[in-house]
Structures are given as structure tokens and as C-alpha cells.
């Protein structure tokens, strides 16, 4: 199969379901606005009537929310911050759940949207998704383990040099290394959930390794397409960052049409979601050999009239 092919596909089916991309968006932003009130609440009264509130307004400085922190540990803002780690494991765990209903509906393209399908994959998928995450800690966690031994293994070897360039050169290797490392395990956990509902099959850690070893077996077409998503995700996300940098958010159209700028980018983002789950679904339905079905027996048809044994034609004797 052709990886463009595959992507191509994956936007009929990311296309076909709006509906679903609006849901997220929602769910994002009630998960966004419960931890932006309360902070909002502390930290607003503190600059109000403040010129350095007007400077914060045009470029915010990270430095002041820390020292902030630091200052003010036993006050409301600590109680600010609780909601704000409660609405982001809110936000993991609801994304989860609501992967189960999407992924559904992406890979079975031919049943049609409705309330009921949707939440009915949510519920019937969470938990699978959910040790699937759990087990996917492991693969990312393998990743850090062979970036820690490079990084050792570098400075082991040049750390003590006169000559920098080597010990550059490597952190050059290491972060590309890593790039590679962490888009193939992103690209298999993609898979196994498309793997995980379309065999509406619960063995989570078989499909975690299962998709791995899939995945690297058939990289001719998961990497190209892997390239191309990653490609539309930089230029995408350059394009919000270089538009959100020249805007002045000091009046208040600026600012509305800040909060519209950052609403569409996180459209964008679960948009692209929906097509890495799209794609996998494509390569999915490609090149996963099916189950072949039994060959149905033909009964032999004799031509020969029965023949009765003597007792048999007597019970049928009038």
C-alpha cells in the first residue's frame, strides 16, 4: 500500500467524523477552563492596577509564576495549582476514554455516526486503553534507558577531551536517535489500538508487542507515513507559533482573537489525531493478512435410488 494512499484515507474517515473532533475540542476546553479559574482567580486580584500586569499581558515571563509558587506555598495558589494536576489527569483520562469511541468509529468506516456507537466504543474500550497506556510506559521507558547509555557511553569517551565537536556531534546523534525511537513507539501504541478494536480483543500487552514487531516488520510504509504526519504537525505548529508572536494582546479584539488563534490550533491537533488513528486503520485493514474462512462442505448427492433392508420395507408397506 502506498503510505499517501493510506493517509489520504485516513482523512476520508477523520472527515466523515466531525462530529467526534468537536466533542474533544469541548472536552479539552471545560478540561482547560477548570484549571485556568481557579489560578486565574489568585493570580488576577495580585496584578490588578499593576504595570507589570501590562507587561505580563505582552510576553509572559515563566520566572515570576515560579517565584510566585515559591512565595506563596501555603496559600490559595497552592490550592489553584491541586485543581489545575486535577484537571490535567481529568483531561489523560477522559482523552482515554473518549479514544475508545473514535477509534470505533474510524476503523469500522462503514457504520455511521450516531450518540450510542460512539459511547458505546468509550465504555467498551476504556479499560483496554488503559492498560494498553500502562504498557506502553514500557517502551518509553526503554527509550530514556538507551539515551541515558549513550549520553554515558559520550562523555565516558569525549567528556574528558580538549575537543568539543565530538561530545556535540553525539548530543546531535542522541536527539535524533530519540526522535526516531519515540515516533516508532508512538506510531505502534497507534496501531495497537486500532489493533485492540478491530479484533475487539482485551489482551492489551499482546497487542503492545504484537504491534511493535508489525511495525518494524513493515517500516517501508509506517515511516513515510510517519514523515509526512510529523511534517503537517511542525508546519502546523510554526505557523501558530509564528502568528501568535506578532500578536499585541493588549486590547481586547487582540486577546479575543488570541483565544480563537489558540482554540483552532487545538482543533488542529486532534484533527491530526484522528488521522495517525485513521492511517493505522488503513495499514491495518492493507496489511494485516485476515482469518481465512472455512470452505463450506458440499454434502455428495448420490444418484443411485435408496436401498431398504427387508425390515425398513416392511415398515413402509401399507
Not at 302 to 309: G, L
Request: glycine share 6%; net charge positive.
Amino acid at each position: 500500500m502506498n503510505p499517501f494512499h493510506a493517509i489520504q484515507g485516513a482523512m476520508r474517515r477523520a472527515l466523515s467524523r466531525k462530529r467526534m473532533i468537536g466533542l474533544y475540542w469541548l472536552f479539552h476546553t471545560l478540561c482547560a477552563a477548570l484549571a485556568a479559574v481557579p489560578l486565574m482567580g489568585f493570580i488576577v486580584p495580585h496584578l490588578a492596577r499593576s504595570r507589570y500586569g501590562e507587561e505580563l499581558l505582552r510576553q509572559f515571563d515563566f520566572m515570576w509564576i515560579t517565584e510566585l509558587l515559591g512565595i506563596t506555598r501555603d496559600s490559595p495558589l497552592t490550592v489553584s495549582g491541586a485543581a489545575a494536576a486535577a484537571a490535567a489527569c481529568l483531561a489523560m483520562l477522559g482523552s482515554l476514554f473518549l479514544a475508545g469511541g473514535a477509534v470505533k468509529l474510524i476503523v469500522f468506516e462503514a457504520v455511521p455516526y450516531s450518540p450510542s456507537e460512539f459511547w458505546e466504543g468509550c465504555g467498551r474500550c476504556f479499560w483496554r486503553l488503559l492498560r494498553l497506556m500502562l504498557y506502553s510506559l514500557l517502551f518509553f521507558g526503554a527509550v530514556l534507558l538507551v539515551d541515558g547509555l549513550l549520553n554515558k557511553g559520550a562523555r565516558k569517551l569525549w567528556g574528558e577531551g580538549m575537543v568539543e565537536e565530538p561530545l556535540v556531534l553525539a548530543l546531535w546523534f542522541r536527539q535524533t536517535l530519540m526522535v526516531l525511537l519515540l515516533g516508532f513507539v508512538v506510531t505502534a501504541m497507534d496501531f495497537s489500538k486500532v489493533r485492540l478494536v478491530a479484533d475487539d480483543s482485551r489482551r492489551s500487552l499482546r497487542a503492545a508487542f504484537g504491534s511493535v514487531r508489525f511495525v518494524w516488520a513493515h517500516m517501508r510504509f509506517f515511516f513515510p507515513a510517519w514523515l509526512v504526519l510529523g511534517a503537517i504537525w511542525l508546519l502546523g505548529t510554526w505557523l501558530y507559533v509564528q502568528v501568535s508572536k506578532r500578536i499585541d494582546a493588549v486590547t481586547m479584539p487582540s486577546i479575543l482573537f488570541l483565544i480563537v488563534l489558540q482554540q483552532v490550533y487545538v482543533v488542529f491537533r486532534i484533527a491530526l489525531r484522528m488521522l495517525s488513528w485513521g492511517t493505522a486503520a488503513e495499514f491495518e485493514q492493507a496489511l494485516r493478512p485476515k482469518p481465512e474462512e472455512p470452505a463450506p462442505v458440499m454434502a455428495a448427492v448420490s444418484t443411485e435410488p435408496p436401498s431398504f433392508e427387508a425390515s425398513e420395507a416392511e415398515d413402509f408397506s401399507i
